[in-house]
């Protein structure tokens, strides 16, 4: 199964919708291509690439976040959050640029 971690800062991160739980994670520098290839994906956030996940879920969609400023364009997630997603390392091998794709 594909999976997406990240490296989340900056908190961008909140929660959509109540029932059923839904969140928001964004704002990524990722191609639309391949944030459309991680729909039904697994997504983890870490505060550093050697940290377990601190949340995370199944990917259930994304859009393209437009507002005219140095952030517009980029993805935002949109999260099925679960806690099977917490807690989760990955090796050091395949990070750059804060993200890790696994195929």
Avoid: C
């Amino acid at each position: 199964m594909a999976s997406i971690h990240l490296v989340e800062r900056l908190n961008n991160v909140r929660k959509v919708s109540a029932n059923p739980p839904i969140w928001e994670s964004g704002y990524w520098v990722i191609s639309e291509e391949t944030a459309d290839r991680l729909t039904g994906a697994d997504l983890y956030l870490h505060s550093g690439q050697l940290v377990a996940s601190h949340f995370g879920g199944k990917i259930l969609g994304y859009r393209i976040h437009r507002d005219g400023t140095e952030i517009d364009g980029r993805v935002v997630f949109r999260i099925a959050p679960s806690i099977t997603h917490k807690g989760v390392l990955t090796g050091r091998e395949g990070w750059g640029n804060e993200k890790k794709l696994v195929w």
